[in-house]
Nanobody
Framework: QVQLVESGGGLVQAGGSLRLSCTAS????????LAWYRQAPGKQRELVAV??????TNYGDSVKGRFTISSNAKNMVYLQMNSLKPEDTAVYYC??????????WGQGTQVTVSS
């Protein structure tokens, strides 16, 4: 089993930066991929970025060139968010997938970008 806790959210002006962190605990050796999702009020949850256990990354089109996902082994995942836009305002969730094909979610952290 995996537990995830996010941190680093907050209020930032457009054009600014934030760095989100997610700490994994439990059966971290079972993690196959780590991801960040986000959900704004009234909108569907969307994939922001993914990093696999092999170090491969992928990004949603809306954040390419602005956000960077990275992972320190399997216990931490980060999301460096640069050139933030008001459209990035959402609750950001950390997600972990395991080899047993279970998905785990953190509690979410609020990111608000003001203009």
């Amino acid at each position: 089993q995996v537990q995830l806790v996010e941190s680093g959210g907050g209020l930032v002006q457009a054009g600014g930066s934030l760095r989100l962190s997610c700490t994994a605990s439990g059966s971290i050796d079972s993690i196959n991929a780590l991801a960040w999702y986000r959900q704004a009020p009234g909108k569907q949850r969307e994939l922001v970025a993914v990093i696999t256990s092999g170090g491969m990354t992928n990004y949603g089109d809306s954040v390419k060139g602005r956000f960077t996902i990275s992972s320190n082994a399997k216990n931490m995942v980060y999301l460096q968010m640069n050139s933030l836009k008001p459209e990035d305002t959402a609750v950001y969730y950390c997600n972990a997938a395991t080899n047993s094909k279970y998905n785990y979610w953190g509690q979410g952290t609020q990111v608000t970008v003001s203009s």
